[in-house]
């Protein structure tokens, strides 16, 4: 598959083209933004870094993590496993709870 770079660009122009890949970023950056805003005031946000199209992401930290210091550390916590936006409200509120609790 990676020898052939031309089909690739080509499919996935393609892609783009329907317009699903589109929406779909667009809609998980807008949620990474709201979730951001909605985050506890306990906790200090970075700005939104807009990654590729697999990842968006925001730094978050409070005073307990600043005390050991953690404020650089990168923990790798799965927050959610299913993304569903006809249930958002819970779905947000999971995401808090489980960033709240490093877990």
């Known amino acids: 598959m990676a020898d ?3 089909k690739c ?3 996935y122009q393609e892609q783009l083209n329907n317009g699903y890949i589109r929406v779909a970023y667009v ?3 807008k949620y990474v933004a ?3 805003a ?3 005031k306990a906790y200090t946000t970075s700005s939104v870094a807009f990654g590729y199209l697999y990842y968006t992401y925001f730094y978050f930290t409070n005073g307990y993590l600043k005390n050991k210091n953690l404020k650089y550390s990168i923990l790798e916590v799965i ?3 299913k993304i569903d ?3 958002k409200e819970n779905m ?7 960033a709240g609790s490093g877990s």
Request: glycine content about 0%; cysteine-free; proline content about 4%.
């Open 4 to 6: 052939d770079i031309q």
């Open 9 to 11: 660009l080509e499919i």
């Open 27 to 29: 809609t998980l950056t």
């Open 34 to 36: 709201e979730l951001k």
């Open 38 to 40: 909605n985050f506890p």
């Open 79 to 81: 927050l959610e496993t």
């Open 85 to 87: 936006f006809s249930d």
């Open 92 to 98: 947000t509120q999971n995401v808090i709870n489980r």
